[in-house]
């Protein structure tokens, strides 16, 4: 069975500051790794996906991820914070067909 | 396209009424996905479905939920009856078997209180 895991409750950043936001994943096979995003009230919206090839992979809104399989990890980065990123962030591995998402790190943005 | 769409936003009904919590798919997609968000599991998922045939419910919580796919185009969750442990944002996504590595389209969400 796969599963995420997303080891931080929240993470608090100054505006301006690199960010990192945490996901290790445990798959058979070859993974396939996703980060959403859920702004409040608002439903998930995808940000960026590891399928295969470079390690480095970019997204929206400047966010990267860095897919590292002997650590198993596929962390969430930006070089510059935003105030307006806070949100609600979500790694998530899939298998062929679904998707199993870690509970989330709640990124907050302070000015 | 106007996305996966979901009704109502809201709801907030009484212990021992039914709910019916309803999706509309993006058009040409064949998975169709429903996930319960709390606090306290994170984001669950109950049932899902493909060419309108359910393939794993095995998330579904207890008989008191159930789930239909009668189209191509529209499903439903129903909790008959409600608990207030059942209260919870109930999310539908939406995918192509085709790009199912793209990953899911979510709805906006109902938000579900049982009281």
């Known amino acids: 069975a796969q599963s995420v895991a997303q080891p931080e409750d929240q993470v608090n950043v100054a505006e301006g500051n690199p960010l990192t936001v945490k996901c290790t994943y445990s798959v058979s096979g070859n993974p396939y790794l996703f980060w959403y995003v859920q702004y409040p009230n608002r439903g998930l919206q995808f940000l960026l996906k590891?399928?295969?090839?470079?390690?480095l992979v970019k997204g929206s809104y400047g966010f990267e991820a860095e897919f590292n399989k002997s650590q198993t990890s596929f962390h969430l980065k930006k070089p510059s914070a935003l105030v307006s990123d806070s949100a609600l962030y979500f790694c998530a591995a899939s298998g062929y067909s679904t998707l199993t998402f870690g509970k989330g790190t709640m990124l907050l943005v302070s000015p | 396209d106007a996305g996966v769409i979901q009704s109502p936003r809201h709801e907030v009904t009484e212990m021992g009424q039914e709910v019916t919590l309803r999706c509309k798919p993006i058009s040409g997609h064949d998975y169709l996905f429903w996930y319960r968000q709390t606090m306290m599991r994170g984001l669950e998922l109950l049932i899902y479905?493909?060419?309108?045939?359910?393939?794993?419910d095995s998330g579904m919580p207890e008989d008191r939920f159930s789930a239909k796919m009668p189209n191509a185009s529209f499903s439903t969750l129903k909790i008959q009856p409600s608990e207030p442990r059942d209260s919870a944002v109930y999310f539908c996504?939406?995918?192509?078997?085709?790009?199912?590595?793209?990953?899911?389209?979510f709805g906006s969400g109902t938000r579900l209180t049982v009281v």
């Open positions: 590891y399928i295969t090839g470079d390690n």
């Open positions: 479905f493909n060419n309108n045939v359910p393939i794993d």
């Open positions: 996504a939406s995918s192509s078997g085709t790009e199912i590595l793209g990953g899911y389209t």
